[in-house]
């Protein structure tokens, strides 16, 4: 694997390269070349050989990739191999919808602490089970249940605090969906996700709805400018 520091685009696409992979295991396919998948999933060939072959090689002449085997190995890449403790802060309609999700990997991410600070809200249950706590205890939650990743969906006006009180009890990863983009002190991760702005993204091809304006979209994510990004990209 090289050294250079793996941009982030490059991790995203390996994340859809891996739903690929589990969905040929699921249909009992046992090898797939870059092309077919590509074809198959309306992905970039020429990408997908490049963003493996940054991580190494794993292809066969003649073979193509064996799913099961790297499927494994881009599990490993991504930090899947064990499984992360989530907690979620704020248990609006947002947070609540996001506690009971089941479309997380089970495997990978276990939700296991909710906060809120309503006191209507402190005790009661999501319908997995999770108990509501109070913010309160979040820095003594956190350490006690060894959680790394911490999803924020509280209001704007609070979510600096939450931020601030998470990485004092060493979470490193934060994804946040509150409405105001954080900015992380060193040595910690955060996640914006502006609904508003995807929304927009998705008014302004409906208000310009040709036929290469919404295939340039569609794949734009998957087929980005390696030189724009360094050898990862």
């Known amino acids: 694997m090289k050294t250079e520091k793996v941009s982030e685009l490059t991790t995203n696409r390996l994340s859809i390269y891996l739903r690929c992979l589990n969905e040929l295991a699921a249909s009992g396919a046992e090898t797939v070349s870059s092309q077919a998948m590509a074809d198959q999933f309306n992905l970039n060939s020429a990408q997908i050989r490049k963003d493996l072959a940054y991580f190494g090689e794993f292809g066969v002449r003649g073979v193509g990739y064996y799913v099961e085997d790297l499927s494994r190995h881009l599990r490993k890449i991504l930090g899947l191999t064990e499984r992360r403790r989530v ?3 704020g248990l609006g309609n947002l947070g609540t919808a996001l506690a009971n999700y089941q479309g997380f990997d089970y495997d990978s991410f276990e939700i296991v602490a909710l906060f809120d600070d309503d ?3 402190i005790g009661r249950k999501t319908r997995s089970g999770l108990e509501i706590q109070s913010d ?3 820095g003594e939650v956190i ?3 060894c959680i790394e990743i ?3 969906a509280v209001p704007a006006t609070a979510a600096e605090r939450v931020l601030e009180e998470v990485t004092e009890a060493g979470v490193r990863a934060v994804l946040n969906f509150a409405p105001i983009h954080l900015n992380p002190r060193p040595g910690v991760k955060v996640n914006n996700v502006d609904l508003t702005i995807l929304l927009e993204s ?3 091809f409906l208000a310009n709805p040709s036929d290469e304006a919404v295939n340039v979209h569609h794949r734009e ?3 980005h400018d390696a030189s724009a990004n360094g050898a990862g990209g």
Do not use: D, G
């Open 150 to 152: 911490v999803i924020i």
């Open 221 to 223: 994510f998957l087929r």
């Open 136 to 138: 309160q205890n979040i």
């Open 87 to 89: 907690a979620i802060v």
């Open 143 to 145: 350490r006690s249940e």
């Open 119 to 121: 006191p209507a809200k």
């Open 202 to 204: 998705l008014s302004y």
